[in-house]
């Protein structure tokens, strides 16, 4: 009947599915190019008041690829921006820069801007590709391609042993270089002592320490930032040590790396209690100094400080939705999940009026988005949705099929959710999904999944302790418990009274309304039906 993975997660024996083809009839692409054409006006009027790195990098993007209305593609105008925005050492337009050059032995360069000489073009990208990840790996793939092709490729290997030659016999050299030159090629210097360490030889992870704390101290702050990421981190020449990995961010943040001041920001932010709103108002600050690469995930938090009214701002739903909007679309850190979860709250708030006027197709249209780029939780609130025929696609086996893409997932909580939901769906008798036997099923491994999460992860959510209450007071998939709903809709009430974020406060409402109704009435007849409408 059911199966625990190897994380502990409980699910039902059913096939896989395959349910991303579900996704594209909710996205309009007319909204999608008007919040790329929204963006582009930002960024134009950035790139032309202040030469701002950061819009030059997007407008390139946005020319480079083709998007909006406003941005038809157009190579030429793409390569301008990345060279703008190249020239003030922005670490993402250089590595996507070079995706517009190429070989003159290629027949096909429809694709690129500028031709050249194999040889050069090698050499030309891997000194690009190395600027650009000796600034942080997470900017671009430039670490990752970089470390691919110096393995596989002899030409490639040649090209960056001699690119490292070239940087020590300047440095040797040093009269003839400029204090910013030399701060950049001592950081470039100490990256590729690590990454072509392949047998981790601790002097050499040593020199590469002497040559980011040279960069530093002449004025780069990546120096600071990859004794931190690089070294600390990995223990490499040195004792792994947190505390002075956290330094060093801290000492890169001071001198105003963008990546360095994000990862600062976030130690202060990462918790939703409403005692912390003194680190908010200092975490707010450092996401508005590491906005100079705006980031999608950078763009995310700091609308999250507008949507709320923390960290010093007053609540401002117009500029939330800004940086929600702009977000949606901005090009994100390598690992980033700005642009699903800014498509995320966007559904969310369009759903339920949150701030803008209510619209259930604007809503799919951003979860839709969301659930494209693999946040599974997405998939549960569009599911929800068509099952509760708010969109004009409300057939219930797209909502089935969309539930259990989340089943499939490894999103704990879109696991659990989805289980539930679809428990409900097959234990509804008046609906075509009847079949008591699944809804047995797909009840029980929800519930096996949300006891998980409060007994042994002890991880559970407010929305986890919620629908425990539900399942224990309504017998679904369990022996009704009257007792035990009563006392997880009073755990999930209070536990979302420390909480500001949106979605934990409205399970927490409902927590509350009927933790108040059983404790204080015992009976429920009416709002148990209003109850499963909803829930």
Same mark, same amino acid.
């Not at 941005?71 to 337009?93: R, S």
């Not at 100490?190 to 690590?194: E, K, S």
């Given at each position: 009947?059911?199966?625990?993975?190897?994380?502990?997660?409980?699910?039902?024996?059913?096939?896989?599915? *395959?349910?991303?083809?579900?996704?594209?009839?909710?996205?309009?692409?007319?909204?999608?190019f008007e919040t790329y054409d929204n963006?582009? =006006?930002?960024?134009?009027?950035?790139?032309?008041?202040?030469?701002?790195?950061?819009?030059?990098?997007?407008?390139?993007?946005?020319?480079?690829?083709?998007?909006?209305?406003?941005?038809?593609? *157009?190579?030429?105008?793409?390569?301008?921006?990345?060279?703008?925005?190249?020239?003030?050492?922005?670490?993402?337009? =250089?590595?996507?820069?070079?995706?517009?050059?190429?070989?003159?032995?290629?027949?096909?360069?429809?694709?690129?801007?500028?031709?050249?000489?194999?040889?050069?073009?090698?050499?030309? $990208?891997?000194?690009?590709?190395?600027?650009?990840?000796? !600034? *942080?790996?997470?900017?671009?793939?430039?670490?990752?391609?970089?470390?691919?092709?110096?393995?596989?490729?002899?030409?490639?290997?040649?090209?960056? @042993?001699?690119? &490292?030659?070239?940087?020590?016999?300047?440095?040797?050299?040093?009269?003839?270089?400029? @204090?910013?030159?030399?701060?950049r090629i001592y950081n470039e210097l100490?990256?590729?002592?690590?990454r072509l360490n392949a047998s981790e030889?601790?002097?050499?992870?040593?020199?590469?320490?002497?040559?980011?704390?040279?960069?530093?101290?002449?004025?780069?702050?990546?120096?600071?930032?990859?004794?931190?990421?690089?070294? +600390?981190?990995?223990?490499?020449?040195?004792?792994?040590?947190?505390?002075?990995?956290?330094?060093?961010?801290?000492?890169?943040?001071? /001198?105003?790396?963008?990546?360095?001041?994000?990862?600062?920001?976030?130690?202060?932010?990462?918790?939703?209690?409403?005692?912390?709103?003194?680190?908010?108002?200092?975490?707010?600050?450092?996401?508005?100094?590491?906005?100079? +690469?705006? &980031?999608?995930?950078?763009?995310?938090?700091?609308?999250?400080?507008?949507?709320?009214?923390?960290?010093?701002?007053?609540?401002?739903?117009?500029?939330?939705? /800004?940086?929600?909007?702009?977000?949606?679309?901005?090009?994100? &850190?390598?690992?980033?999940? #700005?642009?699903?979860?800014?498509?995320?709250?966007?559904?969310?708030?369009?759903?339920?009026?949150?701030?803008?006027?209510?619209?259930?197709?604007?809503?799919?249209?951003?979860?839709?988005?969301?659930?494209?780029?693999?946040?599974?939780?997405?998939?549960?609130?569009?599911?929800?949705?068509?099952?509760?025929? @708010?969109?004009?696609?409300?057939?219930?086996?797209?909502?089935?099929?969309?539930?259990?893409?989340?089943?499939?997932?490894?999103?704990?909580?879109?696991?659990?959710?989805?289980?539930?939901?679809? #428990?409900?769906?097959?234990? $509804?008798?008046?609906?075509?999904?009847?079949?008591?036997?699944?809804?047995?099923?797909?009840?029980?491994?929800? !519930?096996?999944? !949300?006891?998980?999460?409060?007994?042994? !992860?002890?991880?559970?959510?407010?929305?986890?302790?919620?629908?425990?209450?539900?399942?224990?007071?309504?017998?679904?998939?369990?022996?009704?418990?009257? /007792?035990?709903?009563?006392?997880?809709?009073?755990?999930?009430?209070?536990?979302?009274?420390?909480? +500001?974020?949106? &979605?934990?406060? +409205?399970?927490?409402?409902?927590?509350? @309304?009927?933790?108040?109704?059983?404790?204080?009435?015992?009976?429920?007849?009416?709002?148990?039906?209003?109850?499963?409408?909803?829930?």
């Open positions: 009947m059911g199966t625990t993975t190897s994380k502990g997660r409980y699910k039902v024996n059913d096939p896989s599915h *395959d349910t991303s083809y579900l996704l594209d009839q909710f996205v309009s692409n007319q909204l999608l963006a582009t =006006m930002k960024y134009m009027q950035q790139a032309e008041e202040n030469n701002d790195a950061h819009a030059n990098y997007q407008l390139g993007y946005f020319y480079h690829h083709g998007l909006g209305y406003k941005c038809n593609k *157009d190579l030429e105008k793409a390569y301008k921006y990345y060279e703008k925005a190249v020239q003030q050492e922005h670490p993402t337009a =250089m590595y996507m820069m070079s995706q517009l050059l190429g070989s003159d032995k290629r027949k096909n360069n429809d694709q690129h801007v500028k031709v050249m000489s194999e040889k050069k073009l090698i050499n030309t $990208k891997a000194r690009y590709y190395i600027r650009s990840a000796a !600034q *942080d790996p997470y900017y671009s793939n430039a670490h990752e391609e970089l470390g691919y092709h110096y393995v596989y490729s002899s030409v490639w290997r040649r090209e960056i @042993k001699e690119i &490292f030659s070239s940087y020590r016999n300047v440095v040797k050299n040093s009269s003839d270089a400029s @204090k910013e030159e030399l701060a100490g990256y590729l002592a690590v030889d601790q002097a050499v992870f040593r020199k590469a320490f002497d040559f980011f704390k040279r960069a530093a101290e002449l004025g780069n702050p990546a120096g600071y930032f990859n004794i931190g990421g690089w070294l +600390y981190y990995n223990g490499f020449g040195v004792e792994k040590d947190e505390n002075k990995k956290l330094e060093y961010y801290r000492r890169a943040a001071h /001198d105003g790396h963008p990546r360095a001041l994000y990862i600062v920001a976030n130690n202060y932010h990462f918790s939703y209690l409403e005692s912390r709103d003194s680190e908010l108002e200092s975490a707010l600050d450092l996401f508005l100094s590491a906005s100079q +690469y705006g &980031f999608a995930e950078i763009l995310y938090f700091i609308g999250e400080f507008f949507l709320y009214g923390r960290g010093g701002v007053k609540q401002d739903f117009d500029k939330a939705l /800004d940086f929600f909007e702009r977000a949606a679309v901005a090009t994100d &850190f390598t690992t980033g999940r #700005g642009n699903a979860w800014s498509n995320y709250v966007l559904g969310y708030m369009y759903e339920k009026g949150h701030g803008v006027e209510c619209d259930h197709s604007r809503a799919a249209h951003h979860y839709a988005l969301s659930a494209k780029k693999q946040y599974y939780v997405a998939y549960c609130r569009l599911a929800k949705l068509v099952e509760k025929g @708010k969109l004009k696609t409300s057939d219930l086996a797209t909502a089935v099929e969309l539930y259990q893409g989340a089943v499939d997932s490894d999103d704990d909580f879109a696991v659990c959710y989805a289980l539930y939901r679809l #428990g409900k769906i097959y234990n $509804k008798p008046s609906g075509n999904f009847y079949d008591p036997v699944k809804a047995k099923s797909y009840l029980r491994a929800a !519930q096996a999944n !949300q006891l998980y999460a409060v007994k042994i !992860q002890d991880t559970a959510v407010v929305g986890q302790l919620y629908r425990s209450g539900v399942m224990y007071e309504k017998g679904l998939g369990v022996a009704v418990n009257r /007792d035990l709903a009563i006392k997880y809709y009073q755990k999930a009430a209070e536990l979302s009274k420390q909480s +500001y974020n949106m &979605f934990e406060r +409205y399970n927490g409402d409902k927590a509350q @309304k009927c933790f108040d109704r059983l404790a204080f009435r015992g009976t429920a007849d009416a709002e148990d039906l209003q109850e499963d409408s909803t829930e």
